[in-house]
């Protein structure tokens, strides 16, 4: 289908796009929202109503914005296993449970779904983000004030009117919100089951906080408190994220947010489809899919800037040019958005020369604190030894410094890349590269 390319703002006609003064001078008009805030975007575009290029990049920023997580079931493709094996760890084993997997591959989508189900099933989900700075105390007691009183074992659920407006916060001290004290109250929940999330835990710094989730599970499981605990975050596996505690590996169940196969990715740009009357070709759907490599996020990415293109040029169509094209100019973002040193750096014919070996490097780099050694560099190339990988890295680690080098632990020096965003660019730039071949 073609449409008409005009999209000028309102009360800027005659003028080409971009240009804010024309020819003569004159000031020109301030561009324009498209549609009105208050418009609601339909799922399923009316098939009668006349496609409009301005509302199907509305409804695609929206299908596919790869900024935010997914907070509606329509919205979110496949992980049917894991939102099971979730559900089943929290109903039927009364586990604790920690998700973890690589950033930015679905984790917080995940939760908020299953809160969305769980909620259905009247479970109370009370969700919180850690940051680097979060305090246990503040924490659970922000947590503890959003679970109403009535919930208590003691209050009657005909209480007078003021009851219903405390919560469980009234009954702690709150200069001493430990996990004996939270233990405590929190046995007391009756008459729903309440699940706790602590969504980003890997951005914790705070050692104390974390010894004090670790004896507050335990002192739940041990007291069978209707309260359970969901901790997410970046960790290649479950130790990463708790350290090890024995004392509470029984009460916890590891779920791992793993690679979303194909399929499943391909999900996610068909409802993009169904949401802006665009189509993606097979080809093109694949090309995507292959190249995201088992990301929602770059599914998402790349779909969205391979569609802007189409949509750029008057179609409806997405090609696997446009993927092409719309990837290349992902990387170039991704690249101005690198300080110019680094930019400069890479194009180094000594840098250039390596290049294999920084995709390696990159590969490497997916640990959950970006550190590694010469031989996890070497086991992702074909014909690297850890000795050629040592030397090559050091080299990058002196005056061309792309990587930092630490040496401070026995054993093999660590690696890690300086710049941030560096190793994902590299990565898609040879995920580009194998697509064109
Ligand atoms: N099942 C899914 N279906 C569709 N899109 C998804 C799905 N899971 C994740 N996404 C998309 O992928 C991107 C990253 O998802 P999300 O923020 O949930 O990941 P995360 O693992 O919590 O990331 P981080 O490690 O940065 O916290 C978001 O744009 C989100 O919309
Ligand atoms: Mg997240």
């Known amino acids: 289908m073609i449409f008409s390319r005009d999209r000028r703002p309102a009360g800027n ?58 907070v509606s079931a329509e919205r979110f493709a496949g992980r049917h296993d894991t939102l099971a094996a979730l559900i089943t760890a929290i109903e039927q084993q009364r586990a604790h449970v920690v998700l973890y997997g690589e950033r930015g591959i679905g984790k917080t989508s995940l939760i908020h779904v299953f809160a969305a189900v769980a909620q259905e099933a009247r479970y109370l ?12 105390d503040e924490m659970f007691l922000a947590f503890a004030g959003r679970i109403p009183l009535l919930y208590h074992a003691d209050i009657s659920p005909t209480a007078d009117e003021s009851e219903h407006r405390r919560s469980f916060a009234d009954l702690l001290d709150k200069n001493h919100v430990g996990p004996r004290e939270l233990a405590d109250v929190l046995t007391q929940v009756v008459g729903t089951r309440v699940v706790l999330v602590l969504d980003e835990y890997d951005r914790v710094a705070d050692a104390e906080f974390r010894r004090n989730v670790a004896e507050l ?53 068909v409802q993009a489809e169904q949401a802006s009357g665009m189509t993606f070709g097979g080809p093109a759907r694949a090309l995507v899919t292959r190249m995201a490599a088992g990301s929602p996020y770059l599914t998402r990415l790349l779909g969205q800037k391979a569609a802007a293109r189409a949509l750029d040029e008057g179609r409806t169509d997405v090609t696997p040019d446009d993927v092409t094209g ?4 992902v ?38 604190d970006g550190w590694f050694t ?22 990058f680690s002196g005056e061309t410094d792309l990587f930092d080098r630490d040496q401070s632990a026995t054993g093999e020096p660590r690696f890690r890349f300086r710049t941030q965003g560096l190793a994902q660019l590299l990565g898609l730039s040879a995920a580009l590269a194998r697509a064109g071949r």
Request: glycine letters at 10%; a negative charge.
């Open 13 to 70: 006609s005659g003028t080409a796009p971009g240009r804010w003064q024309n020819d003569s001078g004159e000031r020109r008009a301030l561009p324009r929202f498209a549609v009105s805030a208050t418009e609601e975007l339909t799922d399923t575009a009316d098939p009668r109503a006349p496609f409009s290029a301005d509302k199907a990049r509305l409804a695609l920023s929206e299908a596919l914005s790869a900024s935010q997580p997914v």
């Open 217 to 269: 599970i335990k002192n739940l499981s041990d007291r069978a408190a209707r309260v359970q605990l969901i901790l997410t975050g970046v960790a290649s596996n479950l130790d990463e994220l708790i350290g090890f505690t024995p004392s509470i590996r029984r009460n916890i169940v590891g779920l791992a947010v793993g690679p979303m196969p194909a399929s499943e990715l391909d999900e996610i740009l």
């Open 125 to 136: 989900v009370l969700y919180g983000s850690c940051g680097v700075a979060a305090r246990f």
């Open 374 to 395: 010469a031989t996890d560099v070497a086991a992702e190339l074909a014909d690297g030894s850890p000795s050629g990988a040592g030397k090559a890295l050091t080299g």
């Open 326 to 329: 719309g990837t290349e100019a």
């Open 331 to 368: 990387l170039a973002e991704w690249n101005a958005g690198l300080p110019r040193r680094v930019q400069a750096m890479l194009a180094l014919p000594a840098v250039q020369k390596d290049w294999g070996l920084l995709i390696a490097a990159a590969r490497a780099s997916g640990t959950p």
